[in-house]
């Protein structure tokens, strides 16, 4: 794993939410991107090398409709860059680790990603990123 790629955060509003954490962070969202597949918006910030990714519902049976019924508003998961998304899958299976995905799929904001089951990482929720590359 190569660094901390983002933060994703649940949120019920993602409006109020931008505005939010554009008062604590000081400066605006860059992107706001709607994720089908999983059926999320987000938003962006860029913090450094690692970005916040705010997460809203699209749908009451999503995850994160589901996570934030369970858990409330909050951090969702934490992404690490990797260089070779297949190659770490592999290497976490062989390590013992479930992943939630048997192959990469597309995410936000241009990437590959997939997730380690979180009661196998001490209730964390782990999403491998790879950018993707046209």
């Known amino acids: 794993m190569l660094k901390v790629e983002h933060i994703g955060i649940a949120v019920k509003d993602l409006e109020n939410s931008n505005m939010l954490f554009q008062r604590l962070f000081g400066k605006e969202h860059y992107k706001i991107e709607e994720v089908a597949s999983e059926a999320v918006n987000t938003s962006f910030f860029q913090m450094g090398e ?5 997460l809203q519902a699209e749908s009451e049976d999503s995850a994160i409709a589901k996570f934030i019924a369970k858990r409330g508003e909050g951090i969702h998961h934490i992404a690490f860059e990797v260089e070779d998304i297949h190659a770490e ?7 013992g680790f479930t992943l939630l995905n048997e192959q990469p799929k597309k995410g936000a904001d241009n990437k590959l990603i997939c997730f380690v089951h979180p009661k196998t990482a001490n209730g964390l929720l782990v999403e491998l990123c790879q950018e993707i590359k046209d």
Do not use: A, D, G, H
């Open 50 to 54: 690692t970005k916040i990714e705010l």
């Open 89 to 95: 899958m592999e290497r976490l299976r062989n390590e």
